[in-house]
């Protein structure tokens, strides 16, 4: 009987150790200062090299390569095709993951 007692214990412990695990790691709700009500951030500038995505998502189509990754890009008002291949300067906001570029000029 001792060992049923035991294993309803142990059970509980591993129990709340994983509710507690889950909650630490779970997302914040709450939105970061440069933030806007429409999930856009605040402008951001990054330096990079331009390559087209072979296969485009819905979000992005071309790729940025910084010296701290790859970063997502797509554009409405700016033509990207132009500057691939080229090391550019982007400045614009993200949406989500991705970054939608207001300007492009190439770095020489």
Known sequence: MKWIFGLIVLAALIGGGYYYLVMMN????????????????????????????????????HMLTTSSGLVKLNSYSVQLDEYVGKKVEVVGQNSGTTLFADSVTVIQ
């Open 26 to 61: 779970a997302p914040s709700t709450t939105t970061t200062p440069t933030e806007q009500s429409n999930g856009k951030t605040a402008a951001r500038t990054v330096v990079g090299t331009l390559t087209k995505v072979q296969n485009p998502k819905d979000d992005y189509t």
